[in-house]
Nanobody, 120 residues
Framework: QVQLVESGGGLVEPGGSLRLSCEAS????????MRWYRQAPGKERELLGY???????DYVDSIKGRFTISRDNAKNTVYLQMNSLKPEDTAVYIC??????????????WGRGTQVTVSS
């Protein structure tokens, strides 16, 4: 079985920073793209960006220059560094990954999310 578990969320003041982590565990034989999403109350899930196995990244315009996605392939972990946080960044942050599992195929897995609240 495979699990994705996010961590690092919490309460932060506007202008502050947080670093989220998402680790894949279990029967993981390889990972292709890893993505970060967020979902604010009453809104649809929003893709923030992704990182490939070769560490290429892309982001949506709303977070460019403030958020950075990185990964440690040896640890099966993807990170989301968030700087200059704004109240509108308040959301549940969720990761997903294309994982080569025991079926010998790449399949999408999702974490349950970690809450980020930006408030003074």
């Amino acid at each position: 079985q495979v699990q994705l578990v996010e961590s690092g969320g919490g309460l932060v003041e506007p202008g502050g920073s947080l670093r989220l982590s998402c680790e894949a565990s279990g029967t993981v034989f390889g990972i292709n793209n890893m993505r970060w999403y967020r979902q604010a109350p009453g809104k649809e899930r929003e893709l923030l960006g992704y990182i490939t196995r070769d560490l290429a990244t892309d982001y949506v315009d709303s977070i460019k220059g403030r958020f950075t996605i990185s990964r440690d392939n040896a640890k099966n972990t993807v990170y989301l560094q968030m700087n200059s946080l704004k109240p509108e960044d308040t959301a549940v942050y969720i990761c997903s990954a294309e994982i080569l599992d025991w079926t010998s195929r790449y399949r999408d897995y999702w974490g349950r999310g970690t809450q980020v609240t930006v408030s003074s």
